[in-house]
């Protein structure tokens, strides 16, 4: 179902998938070991197949891909350049912290969309081996180096923070996206996930940061 809500939804997480093949590719190249350029390139290469699948959707739903992601192009360029990691460590968090964040929100959307257009977002959000891989070299580089642990909280709450500004950003550019937020002002079940939802969202971040062992 190819409604102008669900045509924004597609375009943003398309253009998603898409820039998250180019910077887990950009970020192979801080790999201290070739296994870990190796992995990297995988994990780029999963992205991709990703980005194919939304695609392909929107191709055989009559929508360009190009036209769907366009309104979401400068925000995610904007969000991604003001979130550049200096280093391999913050590469490794801002994949897992920041795709983990943007899955979550993905997710809770989805629960507004048809049958076959959810099936395709929780199908393009599926965890490929990265967040695994991300974990055990930073809870490594933290154990051989417990100074690095406050940085890295750091830019951990940096990014919760970049990410609800971007959502609230993104939904409120376009009113057809909103639609999947405010189904109905008058559905008490809409208005409880709404209030609730930046809450889940952080209580999945902090979860997240525990398990590396750094303040949230």
Same mark, same amino acid.
């Given at each position: 179902?190819?409604?102008?809500?669900?045509?924004?939804?597609?375009?943003?997480?398309?253009?998603?998938?898409?820039?998250?093949?180019?910077?887990?590719?950009?970020?192979?190249?801080?790999?201290?070991?070739?296994?870990?350029?190796?992995?990297?390139?995988?994990?780029?290469?999963?992205?991709?197949?990703?980005?194919?699948?939304?695609?392909?959707?929107?191709?055989?739903?009559?929508?360009?891909?190009?036209?769907?992601?366009?309104?979401?192009?400068?925000?995610?360029?904007?969000?991604?350049?003001?979130?550049?990691?200096?280093?391999?460590?913050?590469?490794?968090?801002?994949?897992?912290?920041?795709?983990?964040?943007?899955?979550?929100?993905?997710?809770?959307?989805?629960?507004?969309?048809?049958?076959?257009?959810?099936?395709?977002?929780?199908?393009?959000? =599926?965890? &490929?081996?990265?967040?695994?891989? $991300?974990?055990?070299? +930073?809870?490594?580089?933290? %154990?051989? *180096? @417990?100074?690095?642990?406050?940085?890295?909280?750091?830019?951990?709450?940096?990014?919760?923070?970049?990410?609800?500004?971007?959502? =609230?950003? &993104?939904?409120?550019?376009?009113? $057809?996206?909103?639609? +999947?937020?405010?189904?109905? %002002?008058? *559905? @008490?079940?809409?208005?409880?996930?709404?209030?609730?939802?930046?809450?889940?969202?952080?209580?999945?971040?902090?979860?997240?940061?525990?398990?590396?062992?750094?303040?949230?």
């Amino acid at each position: 179902m190819t409604t102008p809500a669900v045509k924004d939804l597609l375009g943003v997480l398309a253009y998603g998938e898409l820039v998250a093949f180019e910077r887990i590719a950009a970020d192979a190249s801080m790999a201290p070991t070739l296994n870990d350029k190796i992995a990297l390139a995988a994990f780029a290469d999963a992205e991709f197949r990703h980005y194919e699948k939304i695609s392909q959707y929107l191709t055989r739903n009559d929508i360009d891909p190009a036209d769907a992601m366009a309104p979401f192009v400068e925000v995610l360029d904007n969000f991604h350049n003001n979130l550049a990691p200096r280093d391999w460590l913050e590469g490794l968090l801002k994949a897992y912290v920041g795709d983990g964040i943007a899955a979550d929100f993905y997710r809770e959307i989805s629960i507004h969309l048809d049958q076959e257009t959810a099936a395709i977002v929780n199908d393009v959000l =599926s965890d &490929v081996g990265q967040t695994e891989f $991300a974990v055990n070299r +930073l809870r490594d580089a933290i %154990a051989s *180096d @417990p100074k690095v642990s406050g940085r890295l909280a750091l830019w951990g709450r940096r990014m919760m923070g970049e990410m609800i500004s971007q959502a =609230s950003m &993104v939904a409120s550019s376009r009113p $057809a996206l909103q639609e +999947l937020f405010v189904q109905s %002002a008058r *559905d @008490p079940q809409t208005a409880e996930q709404l209030s609730g939802l930046v809450n889940r969202l952080t209580v999945a971040h902090s979860r997240r940061m525990d398990a590396l062992g750094l303040a949230s």
